[in-house]
């Protein structure tokens, strides 16, 4: 299947998935421009773009950036407007005024429904999935008391606030049984979070214990027209982002993504984190309703633009698109750190992992997005300074959605 050239729009070009995506359309043949509201970006060096544009910030300035990217539109006469980041929830409330091309965003309402971490769950209880034991807590008085009655039963909790991005502010338990934990000492530990309100509530879910799987999808009206699914070795922390991934041959995380897809008739890009315990049933945790990760391990034959540009076609003739070259990738800078604390495998098992994958920044080809990195570290240090944020919080400072209006 070979589509005619298109003119793409992508949005979040500081992100390694926009990189990635900017250079399966170039090499598909297609015209690739780039609207990105902070200063330094992968993307913006990248000679995989034609063009990119500074917009205004989306968080800060909404109005204003649907209007910026609906000029540009016009202007370039843009086929696809694809978001890759948490932008998407400012482009999907402005999708009235993005009427000149195909924007690659369901309404806002559905994102939010996904990306709230509670209402998330809700909506799969409702639709028959099995999920973690997850209560919504809005309120310092309603915190203390789950925290007293996860202690009271001996149970091991997650907490994490409902809206949130790359496991940041995450308390998981204790690494010891929480029965050996005394009552006191369980209370003390998980003290309310500063903001917990209504507004910017949290989430208790229970914790199961497994292996972490990780899927990108891309959905059409209910049909699953491209997949991956991905391990998650080595992240930022214990609890933090992926920097490594590495596919999987998971039937069962497909099977779960196409039930999910048949019964929502969802239509986009979407990620799916799960545990699985050695039962080998999957627990979803959370919901990603925009670009993840798992594009990383596409290469340009396997066609994945044609998932995006076409994906009626593929509908029809039953196809889904899977990585067919079983790459690894990582994050090189965020990898390197992870070599200090290697957890399961210790330093011989990472050593290898780090030898055997990939840079999704650099390419022999495009190398000047691995020095923007560092750019674009020092821009966000200076921002977590200005805002008193820790560095990856800055990263996102002024894309994030926490539910606003």
Same mark, same amino acid.
């Given at each position: 299947?070979?589509?005619?050239?298109?003119?793409?729009?992508?949005?979040?070009?500081?992100?390694?998935?926009?990189?990635?995506?900017?250079?399966?359309?170039?090499?598909?043949?297609?015209?690739?421009?780039?609207?990105?509201?902070?200063?330094?970006?992968?993307?913006?060096v990248?000679?995989a773009?034609?063009?990119?544009?500074?917009?205004?910030?989306?968080?800060?300035?909404?109005?204003?950036?649907?209007?910026?990217?609906?000029?540009?539109?016009e202007?370039?006469?843009?086929?696809c407007?694809?978001?890759?980041?948490?932008?998407?929830?400012?482009?999907?409330?402005?999708?009235?005024?993005?009427?000149?091309?195909?924007?690659?965003?369901?309404?806002?309402?559905?994102?939010?429904?996904l990306?709230?971490?509670?209402?998330?769950?809700?909506?799969?209880?409702?639709?028959?999935?099995k999920v973690?034991?997850?209560?919504?807590i809005?309120?310092?008085?309603?915190?203390?008391?789950a925290?007293?009655?996860a202690?009271?039963?001996?149970?091991?909790?997650?907490?994490?606030?409902?809206?949130?991005?790359?496991?940041?502010k995450?308390?998981?338990?204790d690494?010891?049984?929480?029965?050996?934990?005394p009552?006191?000492?369980?209370?003390?530990?998980?003290?309310?979070?500063?903001?917990?309100?209504?507004?910017?509530?949290?989430?208790?879910?229970?914790?199961i214990?497994?292996?972490?799987?990780?899927?990108?999808?891309?959905?059409?009206?209910?049909?699953?027209?491209?997949?991956?699914?991905?391990?998650?070795?080595y992240?930022?922390?214990?609890?933090?982002?992926? @920097? %490594?991934?590495?596919?999987?041959?998971? =039937? !069962?995380?497909?099977?779960?993504?196409?039930?999910? +897809? &048949?019964?929502?008739?969802?239509?986009?890009?979407?990620?799916?984190?799960?545990?699985?315990?050695?039962?080998?049933?999957?627990?979803?945790?959370?919901?990603?309703?925009?670009a993840?990760?798992?594009?990383?391990?596409?290469?340009?034959?396997?066609?994945?633009?044609?998932?995006?540009?076409?994906?009626?076609?593929?509908?029809?003739?039953?196809t889904?698109?899977?990585?067919?070259?079983?790459?690894?990738?990582?994050?090189?800078?965020?990898?390197?750190?992870?070599g200090?604390?290697?957890?399961?495998?210790?330093?011989?098992?990472?050593?290898?992992?780090?030898?055997?994958?990939?840079?999704? @920044? %650099?390419?022999?080809?495009d190398?000047? =997005? !691995?020095?923007?990195?560092?750019?674009?570290?020092? +821009? &966000?240090?200076?921002?977590?300074?200005?805002?008193?944020?820790?560095i990856?919080?800055?990263?996102?400072?002024?894309i994030?959605?926490n539910?606003?209006?």
């Amino acid at each position: 299947m070979i589509t005619e050239a298109r003119r793409i729009l992508i949005t979040g070009g500081r992100a390694p998935v926009a990189l990635e995506l900017a250079r399966l359309f170039k090499a598909a043949g297609h015209r690739v421009y780039v609207a990105e509201s902070a200063e330094y970006h992968l993307c913006r060096v990248s000679s995989a773009v034609e063009a990119n544009f500074r917009v205004p910030a989306p968080r800060h300035h909404p109005q204003a950036y649907v209007q910026r990217l609906a000029a540009l539109t016009e202007e370039l006469g843009i086929h696809c407007l694809i978001p890759t980041c948490e932008e998407i929830f400012y482009v999907s409330a402005g999708l009235e005024h993005l009427t000149g091309c195909r924007v690659l965003t369901p309404e806002r309402s559905i994102l939010a429904g996904l990306h709230h971490k509670g209402e998330f769950m809700v909506l799969l209880r409702s639709l028959g999935f099995k999920v973690p034991d997850t209560v919504l807590i809005s309120s310092t008085e309603e915190w203390r008391r789950a925290v007293k009655q996860a202690a009271d039963k001996g149970e091991q909790r997650v907490y994490k606030p409902a809206y949130s991005r790359f496991a940041s502010k995450v308390i998981l338990p204790d690494k010891r049984s929480a029965s050996t934990i005394p009552h006191s000492r369980v209370t003390k530990e998980v003290e309310p979070p500063a903001g917990l309100s209504a507004g910017a509530p949290w989430v208790s879910q229970e914790y199961i214990q497994g292996r972490a799987v990780c899927t990108y999808s891309i959905i059409h009206e209910g049909t699953v027209v491209a997949h991956a699914a991905y391990d998650s070795r080595y992240r930022t922390g214990r609890s933090g982002a992926s @920097v %490594y991934f590495e596919s999987l041959e998971h =039937p !069962a995380a497909l099977e779960w993504v196409q039930r999910f +897809a &048949a019964a929502t008739g969802f239509s986009g890009q979407i990620g799916f984190d799960f545990i699985e315990p050695e039962n080998g049933t999957l627990y979803p945790i959370e919901c990603n309703p925009r670009a993840t990760s798992g594009i990383h391990l596409f290469s340009s034959e396997d066609g994945l633009t044609e998932a995006l540009l076409n994906p009626g076609l593929l509908v029809q003739s039953g196809t889904i698109i899977v990585p067919r070259s079983a790459r690894t990738a990582m994050l090189t800078l965020p990898m390197l750190g992870c070599g200090l604390k290697p957890g399961t495998g210790g330093l011989r098992s990472w050593r290898q992992a780090l030898l055997g994958a990939a840079d999704v @920044v %650099y390419r022999k080809d495009d190398r000047r =997005p !691995a020095r923007e990195q560092f750019r674009i570290v020092y +821009a &966000a240090w200076k921002t977590s300074r200005r805002h008193r944020i820790s560095i990856t919080e800055a990263l996102t400072e002024d894309i994030e959605w926490n539910g606003e209006a």
